[in-house]
């Protein structure tokens, strides 16, 4: 096994940088994107509110369900920001993740 590489197949530490790094581009690039959308009235705002509003919503059924619920936990955090991201280009009004677990 490669030193890269841990016992439980965990992702080296190089490997994991390299991962975040995509993943933290890949949402930075896709808030920027909805809101060019947004800014060029391509796409509503409430629309996007809503599908990022599902995402939330299905991320937290992820945490219930037991199915990757740390991960799944930090996303919906994640999320929530782009929604209030979003909210704040669209409005004065500040976004609020649905309630639940």
């Known amino acids: 096994m490669s030193e890269s590489r841990q016992e439980d197949g ?4 190089d490997e ?7 993943a933290e581009a890949s949402i930075m690039l896709l808030e920027c994107l909805m809101l060019v959308l ?11 509110v809503d ?9 937290k059924s992820q945490v219930k369900d ?10 919906a ?4 920001q782009v929604g209030n991201s979003l909210a704040a280009a669209g409005h004065d ?6 309630e639940g677990p």
């Open 38 to 48: 947004i800014e060029r009235k391509i796409v509503p705002l409430d629309v996007l």
């Open 10 to 13: 965990a992702l080296g530490s």
């Open 77 to 80: 955090g994640v999320l929530a």
């Open 16 to 22: 994991i940088r390299l991962h975040l790094a995509y």
């Open 66 to 75: 037991r199915a990757h619920p740390q991960i799944a936990a930090v996303a």
């Open 93 to 98: 009004g500040a976004y609020r993740a649905p």
């Open 51 to 59: 599908a990022v509003e599902t995402a939330i919503e299905a991320k």
